[in-house]
């Protein structure tokens, strides 16, 4: 494997390509990151992680990377939470970069290389909007400083949308101080009120639109052309469609030269979101089953694959996890007791090659699932050689075996960060997560019962009867808690039938 072998997904060609760095061996990555005006959910957290193993693998791989990612603290959202709550946007908004800065400490993330907020870009991002507007790509209106979208030749590229069909689903009469329908803002005029971020520029007071944050921060950390672009999905069209169209207009060069998206989180058939209402905050998950958990659930799938959430995905994560650092405990063990002077200097047939298949895999596309995979086959022959040792009396694995495995170990960690620094306790802790996952699937068959009526009363009578046949008397006793919290008592006669009635 070499640093020429890695293969990239491009969502703007719409096929994986070989990634060829604008400077040998250097990496300009650039992520968007999050709008704070809440807790973050767990969609948001897979497009964290995604990035972070973006940064990771890379650097595993051998580059050096430089990594921004942003924090967006100026945002209509921020302004209307904090209106409601009484306090500056500013202030509130710090609050939730505090709390986002916990919640990607708790899910193993490294540090980017700069992480700008837009309220400490207003410069930049003044400057970057007095070129677009000298070389002709935006104008003013009433102190609104708005993109011309159709002086972009080759707007549309990456979202591959046509200008004109777009021209067609938008009513012009809503903005018809605009000379496109398509043209986007820039630059906002403030409209007063204490808890409103504003800034002095050549149009008035006012602050950015939200597309031209990125632009200014990319450029002020990594210069006019950089080599990666993350996001998720939903991040394709208009925003960093928008990015291009700002980036190229004003810096006269090709902007990124690959895209990277993530598929979303779905909760059902739809979209994990906060406007749709079906979230669940990363942090009231991390205090249940803990961060590595909810890591683990996004490392092990691939950025690319829809993720549809459920008790299933939470459950496998916990065991996987578990059979990992079960092993971590075990290898750390033989390690320790075999003698340095050791001099049977034979490879383990255990780690044959696992190095080198784990790096193909992250370099084709971050395929993390699959570099799994050749980890747990790792872990499999790792387990049979040692059981045939032990039984054949042979001597143990040789020194130089150990720390071929223990050099897979430590790049697994280092490129997707999921060994807990302490396994034990940590198997403690997915003990932990095993009993709330237990609690919580009984709690939603408690929910689930609430509107129940009695055609399901009696399928859950007759699955406890089941249960009771089976000797399952845990599963009988379960049914019946979860109908009497539904306040519906079950009588159980000798002839072996049962009636059920409302409590009192
Ligand atoms: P926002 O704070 O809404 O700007 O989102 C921050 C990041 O989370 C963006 O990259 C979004 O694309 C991503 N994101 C939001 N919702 C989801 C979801 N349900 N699944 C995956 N990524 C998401
Ligand atoms: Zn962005």
């Known amino acids: 494997m070499n640093m020429n072998n890695v293969t990239i997904y491009s969502t703007l060609t719409r096929k994986k390509e070989r990634l060829n760095p604008i400077t040998d061996g250097e990496i300009k990555f650039y992520s968007c990151g999050p709008t704070t005006y809440d807790f973050l959910h767990v969609g948001n957290g897979r497009a964290l992680v995604v990035g972070d193993l973006i940064h990771r693998i890379l650097k595993s791989l051998g580059y050096k990377v430089t990594f921004v990612r942003n924090f967006t603290d100026v945002d209509d959202k921020i302004i209307n939470r904090a209106k409601e709550k009484g306090v500056p946007a500013l202030e509130h908004a710090d609050i939730f970069v505090n709390e986002c800065k916990k919640d990607m400490h708790s899910l193993m993330m490294i540090d980017p290389t700069f992480t700008p907020k837009v309220s400490e870009t207003i410069p930049e991002i003044i400057e970057m909007i007095e070129r677009l507007i000298a070389k002709g790509f935006a104008y003013v209106v009433n102190g609104e400083v708005l993109y011309h979208v159709p002086r972009f030749e080759s707007y549309g590229k990456l979202s591959k949308k046509d200008l004109e069909k777009l021209q067609h689903g938008i009513r012009v009469e809503v903005d018809d101080y605009k000379k496109h329908p398509s043209d986007f803002v820039l630059w906002k005029p403030a409209k007063g009120g204490e808890e409103e971020p504003s800034w002095d520029s050549p149009w008035g007071k006012g602050r950015p639109g939200w597309h031209i944050e990125c632009s200014a921060m990319s450029y002020k950390f990594l210069g006019p052309a950089i080599d990666i672009h993350h996001g998720g999905i939903d991040l394709i069209f208009p925003h960093h469609e928008n990015e291009i169209a700002q980036s190229e207009a004003a810096n006269g060069v090709n902007f990124c030269s690959y895209w990277c998206h993530n598929e979303f989180v779905n909760f059902g058939t739809e979209k994990m979101s906060k406007s749709l209402g079906n979230v669940v905050t990363i942090r009231n998950f991390?205090?249940?089953?803990?961060?590595?958990?909810?890591?683990?659930?996004?490392?092990?799938?691939?950025?690319?694959?829809?993720?549809?959430?459920?008790?299933?995905?939470?459950?496998?994560?916990?065991?996987?996890?578990?059979?990992?650092?079960?092993?971590?405990?075990?290898?750390?063990?033989?390690?320790?007791?075999?003698?340095?002077?050791?001099?049977?200097?034979?490879?383990?047939?255990?780690?044959?090659?696992?190095?080198?298949?784990?790096?193909?895999?992250?370099?084709?596309?971050?395929?993390?699932?699959?570099?799994?995979?050749?980890?747990?086959?790792?872990?499999?022959?790792?387990?049979?050689?040692?059981?045939?040792?032990?039984?054949?009396?042979?001597?143990?694995?040789?020194?130089?075996?150990?720390?071929?495995?223990?050099?897979?170990?430590?790049?697994?960690?280092?490129?997707?960060?999921?060994?807990?620094?302490?396994?034990?306790?940590?198997?403690?802790?997915?003990?932990?997560?095993?009993?709330?996952?237990?609690?919580?699937?009984?709690?939603?068959?408690?929910?689930?019962?609430?509107?129940i009526d009695e055609q399901e009363i009696q399928k859950m009578i007759d699955e406890r009867n089941l249960a009771k046949k089976e000797k399952n008397w845990a599963k009988a006793d379960e049914i019946r808690n979860t109908l009497k919290q539904n306040k519906i008592i079950l009588k159980d006669s000798p002839d072996g039938k049962t009636t059920w009635s409302y409590e009192p």
């Open 286 to 451: 991390i205090e249940k089953f803990g961060g590595i958990v909810l890591r683990y659930i996004f490392v092990s799938s691939h950025y690319r694959t829809k993720l549809d959430w459920s008790d299933k995905i939470i459950q496998k994560s916990i065991e996987e996890l578990e059979r990992i650092h079960q092993f971590v405990i075990e290898f750390e063990q033989i390690n320790i007791n075999i003698s340095k002077d050791n001099n049977n200097n034979s490879s383990s047939s255990s780690s044959n090659n696992v190095l080198e298949k784990i790096k193909q895999e992250l370099a084709n596309d971050f395929n993390t699932p699959k570099a799994l995979a050749h980890f747990f086959t790792l872990i499999r022959d790792f387990r049979r050689e040692r059981d045939e040792k032990d039984h054949k009396d042979h001597a143990s694995f040789s020194a130089q075996a150990l720390s071929e495995i223990k050099e897979i170990i430590d790049f697994v960690n280092n490129s997707m960060g999921i060994i807990h620094p302490n396994p034990a306790s940590l198997l403690n802790e997915l003990n932990h997560a095993k009993r709330e996952l237990t609690a919580t699937a009984a709690n939603a068959t408690t929910a689930a019962v609430n509107s």
